[in-house]
């Protein structure tokens, strides 16, 4: 055992002298900060892949291990009122602001991310964000845990947050918690932006809910897996904190089990004749605006090269991007971040032109000095200033549209 910690204190000090002098962008504020974050993602990745090749563990069970890390108690405080409980069996985390209401309030439903395979609503940088919500806006609002990959594999991650969604537009349930049914806000990030963005179109085009979504709110969301290889992925492949290999390897987890799917990923030859027609809707050549294109020259996925026929890559509930513009006419005010040093950057900024395409309202602001994934470094021992900022600015943008 104690042969084994310092063969693994060894590795990890090699490799984070190995890492620390991965170029980060110059822009990038706090840089040591990043450096440190960037290396220990780095790390794990490594780690966990050593660890699964020895056959300890799997890379998603340690990696798994590494974020519950940073779950917090469920913890009231002096101005809200903190719960774990259910919507519809899936485990939500709601913050009730104590101040005494005279009208109904504003709520957020917030759907964290974690690439399908991770996170909760306990992770302090969520737990954080909600609690700051709740607080500043006077607000209703609600964390779902939706279940996890690879155990619970697409469409269960959908299922769940529909389940949990819908479970808090019945009327009963915005009374009991004193909510206006006309102001209510989705917000995700990442995965949790794609299942915000599925959502909301679901709600908004389906009879089944009689109350609509008032604003979505999308931080740097994945919006589409049909094509690996647009502009941001070919960027920013070992970009900070997620590179397109940690994507890859996640997503398939994910997608299904199937050892050649990963390598079919990274080839961009994974999807089947019959989806040539979707792709109009992620052509990036037509999309992107040609700040983002720069000299990329665009190329068609080859199709039919290998036969997963998995269902899931022509589902609108795994790839918003396919939604059809008349789907797309109906949705709700939008507020989109997307970050340069991101691989998903393209996925956000094509559904900005998608939905502005069709009249969709759309505040969009993208960080130029932004990388993925900050909301969740803004609490300890990092208080990421960019993690700040994007809550700053979120927060302002809610306070004036919801
Ligand atoms: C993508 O757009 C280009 C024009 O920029 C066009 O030549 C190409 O046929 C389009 N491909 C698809 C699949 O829509
Ligand atoms: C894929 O499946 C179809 C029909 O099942 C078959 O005709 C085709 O040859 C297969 N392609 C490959 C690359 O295996």
Redesign the pocket.
Known sequence: MMRFKALCLGLLCGLLAAHIYMPIPSNIEEHWKVMVLDATAKICTFMGTCFENIGIMKYEEFISMIIRLDYTQLLSDEYVTVTDTTFADVPVRLYLPKRKSETPRRAVIYIHGGAYCFGSFKQSGYDFLNRWTANKLDAVVVGVDYRLGPQHRFPAQFEDTIAAVKFFFQDKILTKYGVDPTRVCISGDSAGGMLATAVTQQVQNGLEIKHKIKAQALFYPSLQIIDSYVPSLRESENGIILTREVAIKLLSLYIAEDETLPQAMRRNQYMPLESRHLFKFVNWSILLPEKYRKDHVYTEPSL????FSLPIFMDVRASPLLASDSQLRNLPLTYIITCQYDILRDDGLMYVSRLQNVGVQVVHEHIEDGFHGALSYMTSPLYLHLGLRIRDMYISWLDNNL
Do not use: K, R, V
């Open positions: 039919g090269t290998t036969n």
